[in-house]
């Protein structure tokens, strides 16, 4: 684990389900990662064209996607 480079403590990560309403061809889930606390900015991201492919797909096909399930460590 990478030190946080105000505190020096380890920097927790997150790992974040997202459930789509309709499926998208075969898929209907999306599982990511990001530091923990950094959950709002990454989804942001990823409306932004900024993460995953199939995120983007969701969004031109105007499928709604939400975070369903978080886990940190």
Do not use: N
């Amino acid at each position: 684990m990478l030190p946080h480079p105000r505190t020096a403590q380890p920097m927790q990560k997150m790992i974040y389900i997202i459930h789509f309403e309709t499926k998208l061809a075969h898929a209907q889930h999306y599982v990511g990662f990001c530091q923990d606390g950094r959950l709002g900015e990454r989804m942001a991201e990823h409306w932004h064209g900024k993460g995953a492919k199939i995120l983007a797909a969701c969004r031109q096909k105007r499928i709604h996607y939400e975070v369903v399930r978080t886990l940190s460590w």
